[in-house]
C-alpha cells in the first residue's frame, strides 16, 4: 500500500560521493527507516538506521562514512554516501513498517570503481 521510490544511484569513483533518496507515499513521521544493500552472492544487509525521533544507527563497516537523515515534512530518507569504496559496490534498498507489514523499495544499484 505504502511504496517507496528510491533514486540517486550510479557510477562513482572511489573516494567519492552519493546521496541516495527514498520518498515514501505516505507519512513517515512515526517510522523507523532504514537502508540496505545487497552485493551480487550476497545476503543483504542493513546498513544504516533512524528511529522515529531522528536517533541514528550505522553498520561498522560504513560508520563515520555514511549519514542517514530524514525529512518528515517530505516524507524523505536521504543516505548521503561519502568516500565510497568499491567494497561499497551493491543494490540499496529503502525499507520501513507500515502497519506492521514490511515495505521494501525497488533499490538503486551503486557502483564504486577502483
Known amino acids: 500500500q505504502v511504496q517507496l521510490v528510491e533514486s540517486g544511484g550510479g557510477l562513482v569513483q572511489a573516494g567519492g560521493s552519493l546521496i541516495l533518496s527514498c520518498v515514501a507515499s505516505?507519512?513517515?513521521?512515526?517510522?523507523?527507516m532504514a537502508w540496505y544493500r545487497q552485493a551480487p552472492g550476497k545476503q543483504r544487509e542493513w546498513v544504516a538506521g533512524i528511529s522515529s525521533g531522528g536517533i541514528t544507527y550505522y553498520a561498522a563497516s560504513v560508520k563515520g562514512r555514511f549519514t542517514i537523515s530524514k525529512d518528515n515534512a517530505k516524507n524523505t530518507v536521504l543516505l548521503q554516501m561519502n568516500s565510497l569504496k568499491p567494497e561499497d559496490t551493491a543494490v540499496y534498498y529503502c525499507y520501513s513498517e507500515f502497519n506492521g507489514l514490511p515495505s521494501w523499495g525497488q533499490g538503486t544499484q551503486v557502483t564504486v570503481s577502483s
Open positions: 505516505g507519512s513517515i513521521s512515526s517510522n523507523a
